[in-house]
């Protein structure tokens, strides 16, 4: 083998170690750090209060870049900034992996609401999938709390929560519609 040989040889035994490291988060060791996380998010992240989302089934792409957004502040939470400060990036994928694991729950929603809330929602479902189950980065709205999902709606709408698609979608639609995306959403 010529030294160009050895390198890309090297270089694609690099990638694969360090994909499988990546992927190589331990959804046990995440349960144990999810310890202090139950009294908010609830058992196996199923929270039973609109103020605490549920953390049950969320992608683990998102759920990772959320905990690191409030750790840099770039999302602003005054208890997850607490909750996150001493987080490590393996604490956070570890986290990541255990939550999007547990089964999915439903919060539900007004009926008449919801109904008014699919009518509008198909513009969403390119990014957060067909059933809203998420995916990557998207996260799953399926069975949130509409209350949840609501305020951030509003936090995107008034640019206090960042994100370039979600600042743009939210633009054009009202309190009305946030309110009804979110009876729809949550009742899935
Ligand atoms: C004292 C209550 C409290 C505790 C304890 C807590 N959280 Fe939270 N968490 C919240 C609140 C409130 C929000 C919603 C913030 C908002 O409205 O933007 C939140 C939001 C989140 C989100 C964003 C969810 C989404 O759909 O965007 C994640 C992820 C999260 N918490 C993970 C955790 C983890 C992991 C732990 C344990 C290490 C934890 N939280 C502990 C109160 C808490
Ligand atoms: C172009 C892709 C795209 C479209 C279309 C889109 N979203 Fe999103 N949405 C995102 C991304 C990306 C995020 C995550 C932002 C972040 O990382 O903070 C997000 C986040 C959200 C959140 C926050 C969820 C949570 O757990 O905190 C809600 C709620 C939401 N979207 C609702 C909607 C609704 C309702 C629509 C349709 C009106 C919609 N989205 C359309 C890309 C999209």
Redesign the pocket.
Known sequence: MNLLQKSLVLSSFLTVFFTLQALAADSAVGEQKAEPCVSCHGPKGNSSNAQW?NLAA?QST?LA??LK?FKAAD?INIMMQSMTANLSNEDINNLAAYFSKQDPVKAGGDPALAKAGQA??S??M???GATAEGNG?????AG?HPE??ER??KA?KEGS???G??QA??AN?SED??KA??AY?GSM
Request: aromatic share 16%; hydrophobic share 40%.
């Open positions: 989302p969320q998102y870049n959320q957004a999302r509008k929602a513009m969403c390119g990014c957060h980065q998207f996260p799953r709205l949130q949840y999902l951030q709606l995107f929560r960042k994100s698609p979600m979608i939210t639609l519609d946030f995306l979110a959403f």
